[in-house]
């Protein structure tokens, strides 16, 4: 059984569907399938997901011919992409068999603060305000918005760059 990290000194267990998802986004072959469906430019630009549990979600984007732009670092739209990427599977993990619901980004800002010039981890540590945000959405029709901080990190575990997605949730 898949389990989150420790959260008030005790393990929450994944629901069936909330294992699935992340076996699903975690193993190459149904990554490929599930991105070329959904987000083809996450297979170009060759983001993968690092880890995935109830707390938080990584992701990883190399720099490469396919991500790096004239300046010789990761171009924005690649790094914009990452880490909608790692916020958005966050939240879709927590909507997991807990009803339907449409989701959609409604704001993003963006920070560069260092050139990306290596392969970049971005961080979204924010599932459990995101299950609290979902948990109160009991009656159809019911939506709310919540707003995600991702960090990218290069290797020297340097914040390269900071990113805030708002996410709207409505349960259908």
């Known amino acids: 059984m898949l389990y989150s990290s420790f959260y008030m000194f005790k393990l929450i267990p ?13 193993q190459p072959i149904s990554f490929f399938g599930y991105m070329l469906k959904n987000l083809p430019s996450i297979i170009f630009w060759g983001v993968r997901v690092k880890n995935i549990d109830l707390e938080s979600c990584h992701t990883t984007l190399p720099y490469n011919w ?8 990761i171009y924005f739209a690649a790094l914009n992409g990452a880490a909608e990427l790692s916020s958005g599977l966050l939240c879709k993990l927590h909507l997991a068999g807990n009803g339907n619901f449409s989701m959609l980004v409604v704001d993003m800002n963006a920070q560069f603060l260092k050139k990306a010039n290596n392969t970049i981890v971005m961080k979204c540590e924010d599932g459990l305000q995101i299950n609290e945000t979902i948990a109160g959405l009991s009656k159809k029709g019911d939506f709310a918005t919540f707003k995600t901080t991702i960090f990218g990190h290069n290797p020297n575990n340097e914040i390269v760059a900071k990113f805030e997605i708002t996410w709207s949730f409505k349960r259908k």
Do not use: L
Request: proline share 5%.
């Open 66 to 73: 396919r991500t790096q732009n004239p300046f010789k670092s």
């Open 14 to 26: 994944m629901n069936k569907h909330q294992q699935s998802f992340a076996r699903m986004v975690t």
